[in-house]
């Protein structure tokens, strides 16, 4: 049996929830809000965040025009990293296309082709790259380096060639790296909001005043405002992932259980956060300028955009107290790499250890008094 | 029942920085009553009540709230104190049903007991017709009226009210005011705060506030009949003429307009005040007809309040119509 005190506990927990679903299935706009946001961002992060560069526009040059000039650039092309747009007559005519912007790489092979690529002193092929695109740069210098440098082309083209291909393997699409890691994004956007007004905008309305004069305690009030945001979290998650399926053709197949255990974390404590916040905050636009302070480091420092190894020291230390971070880290284990969630502790207890110390501490802050 | 008093205060202070909201106040507050605060916006009324139900803590001074001290024992008083907020305080976008059930299940009242308090309270504040509608779109005297039932519906020994009735019209005041003392007559102790002189006259005792400091206390009619000063009307053809010579006696501490007719509080000190105004009123060439009359409830109220103010003033002479 449990006690009467837990039992009445309990009751508040309760009716605080049902009172915070009511408002929200109320409130057209944000109940809107809760599948509108998931629906637009994975359609604009699943099609726009790409990093198989593909179908770049090039141009060539090619004065040598030999059947060994001919097969290099067939190469090039198959990768599909270029589509070969343009055959030009000068190497001038070629930086023009491209600092017009109508190119962005070019191709040039002198009339000696053949020589030099014997010779082996010399770079036998000239690839012309529009700089001011890093990520194009970085591929095409990918797909020259090991090709066209002035041993390999000696060497064993062939295999170099196969080599490369397999690095811009067309079956390993970005959509399969992201859409899983996405569920965390776009859950770190909705879920902080929703929770970072929660308190301030009742305080903003003065139901604040009458509630902190009731029995309520305050802990039952965080957990009641959270209850109804998880489950508003799992609907979201069931979106994207029935959304990255569908559209993105991502196979979520595999120990779907795990993935929704670790979103059921990470939405806790991403909701905890939010409510720290709205203890912080004084008036609903403050809450949500916090709220979005903390959006674009997780996004950028979470390793859902840049590789965590790469980054510095202070970033990597910052990335921890986010737990973005945490999440990226589980669901990539869990979604792509098929790993069970048992297998990665450290996520889970940091993402745990977060939920806890941000309850704490909004429980702390949040004093029913009005001064 | 219990003869221990309500409320007691001793030396409530509350200053919020610089401000001293809340000034040493006194208060006794008897069991089964209506007390009323009176006073200006911004004479500590909240504040004062918001140290009562522990929102607030005292800067100094200790409260004791139904055998609680109302600071450190806040959390126990919940279920006995029912508050009132000055604004509007229940949620807008949920019905007037659902709004009663909340409060209902944060006070755990058993689901048992739910539904008949629910509908009696919807009988007797008169929002019987009304459960399935917004409580934003209700109007000042029904959203009132919601608020008082939801203040009551855990039957609390004492009922706080800030300012209750300062958006509603006179017949939903009127109401309302009966609806107190039914619940006075059950027991319930009401602590009000006001600016309204026709509410302050029904209370069964009166504290009159200002500048945070309490300035009077008593039983309305106590303090007319304590009232520390004389009154004398004056009617004229010449109300400016009057009043500026008036405005010349240093005894006149204050002087109001009420139609045709003047108020003016004289010193309680002053010898034949009525003559000595009929002797200036000569002199001035006014012609007016002057006599002491018995003092009302604002008469009080502007005594305590500005005479307090004024006591080292001289003959600077300040118009209760004009203060903020």
């Given at each position: 049996m449990i006690s009467p005190a837990i039992a009445q506990s309990i009751g508040r927990i309760r009716a605080i929830a049902a009172k915070e679903f009511r408002q929200l299935a109320r409130d057209r706009l944000t109940f809107g809000m809760v599948v509108g946001i998931p629906l637009i961002q994975i359609l604009i992060f699943g099609y726009s965040i790409n990093f198989d560069v593909r179908n770049i526009d090039a141009g060539v040059v090619d004065l040598a025009n030999t059947s060994g000039s001919r097969a290099l650039i067939a190469d090039l092309q198959a990768t599909q990293v270029i589509r070969l747009k343009e055959h030009l007559q000068s190497p001038g005519q070629l930086e023009a296309r491209i600092a017009s912007g109508d190119l962005s790489v070019g191709i040039y092979v002198p009339p000696d082709y053949e020589r030099r690529k014997l010779d082996g002193d010399r770079t036998a092929v000239q690839i012309l790259v529009d700089g001011s695109e890093p990520t194009i740069e970085s591929v095409v210098r990918g797909i020259a380096s090991p090709r066209l440098s002035s041993r390999a082309g000696m060497a064993a083209p062939d295999n170099r060639l196969i080599e490369v291909r397999t690095l811009y393997n067309p079956e390993k699409r970005t959509a399969v790296q992201i859409v899983p890691t996405l569920i965390g994004v776009i859950l770190n956007m909705t879920m902080v909001l929703f929770t970072a007004i929660a308190i301030v905008r009742e305080r903003e309305r003065g139901n604040l005043e009458l509630l902190i004069t009731t029995p309520v305690k305050s802990a039952e009030l965080m957990a009641g405002k959270i209850v109804p945001y998880i489950l508003v979290g799992l609907i979201q998650t069931t979106l994207i992932i029935a959304v990255g399926r569908w559209l993105f053709d991502v196979p979520f197949s595999s120990n779907l259980l795990d993935l929704y255990l670790a979103a059921c974390l990470f939405i806790a404590a991403t909701l905890m956060l939010g409510l720290l916040i709205s203890t912080m905050a004084v008036t609903q636009f403050q809450a949500v300028q916090l709220g979005f302070f903390t959006m674009l480091p997780s996004i950028l420092l979470s390793g859902f955009m840049f590789p965590f190894d790469g980054m510095p020291v202070a970033a990597q230390a910052i990335a921890q107290v986010l737990p973005l971070t945490h999440f990226v880290e589980l669901v990539r284990g869990i979604a792509l790499r098929g790993a069970p969630i048992g297998s990665m502790p450290a996520p889970l207890l940091k993402l745990a250890a977060f939920l806890v110390i941000a309850l704490v501490l909004a429980a702390l802050r949040f004093r029913k008094r009005l001064d | 029942m219990n003869d221990d008093p309500a409320i007691q205060a001793r030396g409530l202070t509350r200053q919020f920085g610089a401000l001293t909201a809340v000034d040493h106040v006194d208060l006794t507050i008897p069991r089964a009553q209506i007390y009323g605060f009176l006073g200006p916006n911004g004479s500590g009324k909240s504040t004062t009540i918001r140290m009562l139900c522990g929102l607030l803590v005292p800067t100094a001074g200790a409260v004791e709230v139904l055998g609680h001290d109302a600071t450190r024992?806040?959390?126990?008083?919940?279920?006995?104190?029912?508050?009132?907020?000055?604004?509007?305080?229940?949620?807008?976008?949920?019905?007037?049903?659902?709004?009663?059930?909340?409060?209902?299940?944060?006070?755990?009242?058993?689901?048992?007991?739910?539904?008949?308090?629910?509908?009696?309270?919807?009988?007797?504040?008169?929002?019987?017709?009304?459960?399935?509608?917004?409580?934003?779109?209700?109007?000042?005297?029904?959203?009132?009226?919601?608020?008082?039932?939801?203040?009551?519906?855990?039957?609390?020994?004492?009922?706080?009210?800030?300012?209750?009735?300062?958006?509603?019209?006179?017949?939903?005041?009127?109401?309302?005011?009966?609806?107190?003392?039914?619940?006075?007559?059950?027991?319930?102790?009401?602590?009000?705060?006001?600016?309204?002189?026709?509410?302050?006259?029904?209370?069964?005792?009166?504290?009159?506030?200002?500048?945070?400091?309490?300035?009077?206390?008593?039983?309305?009619?106590?303090?007319?009949?304590?009232?520390?000063?004389?009154?004398?009307?004056?009617?004229?053809?010449?109300?400016?003429?009057?009043?500026?010579?008036?405005?010349?006696?240093?005894?006149?501490?204050?002087?109001?307009?009420?139609?045709?007719?003047?108020?003016?509080?004289?010193?309680?000190?002053?010898?034949?005040?009525?003559?000595?105004?009929?002797?200036?009123?000569?002199?001035?060439?006014?012609?007016?007809?002057?006599?002491?009359?018995?003092?009302?409830?604002?008469?009080?109220?502007?005594?305590?309040?500005?005479?307090?103010?004024?006591?080292?003033g001289g003959s600077q002479t300040r118009e209760s119509g004009k203060r903020q």
């Open positions: - | 024992e806040s959390e126990k008083l919940r279920q006995k104190i029912g508050y009132m907020t000055q604004r509007f305080s229940l949620w807008e976008d949920l019905t007037v049903l659902e709004n009663l059930r909340f409060i209902a299940d944060i006070f755990s009242i058993p689901a048992a007991e739910r539904g008949r308090r629910i509908e009696t309270a919807l009988a007797e504040y008169h929002l019987a017709d009304r459960t399935q509608q917004r409580a934003g779109t209700l109007s000042g005297g029904q959203k009132q009226r919601l608020a008082l039932a939801t203040a009551t519906l855990h039957e609390p020994e004492l009922l706080l009210l800030d300012e209750p009735t300062s958006a509603v019209d006179p017949q939903s005041r009127r109401d309302f005011w009966e609806s107190l003392f039914r619940l006075v007559g059950q027991g319930t102790t009401i602590l009000v705060s006001t600016h309204y002189m026709d509410e302050a006259e029904r209370c069964h005792r009166l504290a009159i506030l200002d500048n945070g400091r309490l300035v009077a206390e008593g039983t309305p009619k106590r303090l007319v009949e304590d009232i520390d000063a004389v009154v004398i009307e004056v009617e004229s053809d010449d109300i400016p003429g009057a009043r500026a010579a008036l405005s010349q006696v240093v005894e006149v501490k204050s002087i109001a307009q009420l139609g045709t007719r003047l108020h003016a509080l004289l010193n309680r000190a002053t010898q034949d005040p009525d003559k000595l105004v009929r002797r200036v009123f000569e002199q001035a060439g006014v012609s007016a007809k002057v006599e002491l009359t018995r003092a009302s409830l604002e008469d009080v109220f502007v005594a305590a309040t500005l005479l307090g103010r004024n006591s080292n």
